[in-house]
């Protein structure tokens, strides 16, 4: 007798089954979220003073780091296990406080002979003649020759001084800066 009940409403049995265990699935998936947070390698039972600080770049272990409020970068960099051998870390505030949601990258150490190649290619805007002016983008001949003209009366200190130049403005500026030097 079981067994024909079995046979007959199988089926309706099967997707029973499956939407009882969908249920407790979600139930236990939630619950299970709502009690811990797993935060570096241990767990946290929804704690309010931590932040979460994302750091990147020269670092042994970059990822999402869950610290106490009020921490440093100093305290950042010994959780993700320390900065890598190139790391530059005469760019960064060891001391800086950390907020949440903060993205720290800690820089490479920039080799010379590359920097040397980019500002080879680069155009002197305090020497560049007419010509190299109009190599870059947005700057035709009128604009090359305001240039000259500008720096006849006075140098360019930094490649931002540029934008004293009539018809040059922060735009024109955007689109040359990594093009020009000093």
Do not use: W
């Amino acid at each position: 007798m079981l067994k024909n009940i079995i046979t007959k409403y199988k089926k309706y049995l099967i997707t029973l089954i499956i939407v009882l265990l969908s249920i407790v699935s979600i139930i236990m998936q939630e619950n299970h979220r709502n009690e811990s947070i797993n935060i570096n390698s241990e767990t946290i039972i929804k704690d309010e003073n931590k932040i979460a600080v994302y750091i990147t770049g020269a670092v042994k272990n970059p990822g999402v780091y869950y610290l106490d409020i009020g921490c440093r970068l100093s305290n950042l960099l010994d959780v993700c296990g320390g900065v890598l051998d190139n790391a530059d870390i005469n760019q960064i505030n060891l001391a800086k406080r950390l907020s949440d949601s903060d993205k720290i990258d800690i820089p490479f150490i920039k080799e010379d002979i590359e920097e040397e190649e980019t500002e080879e290619d680069k155009v002197n805007i305090n020497t560049a003649d007419e010509s190299e002016l109009m190599t870059l983008n947005g700057i035709g001949e009128s604009t090359a020759r305001k240039i000259i003209e500008y720096r006849k009366i006075q140098e360019f200190v930094q490649i931002e001084d540029i934008m004293d130049v009539p018809g040059i403005g922060e735009s024109k500026y955007n689109n040359i800066k990594n093009n020009i030097c000093i």
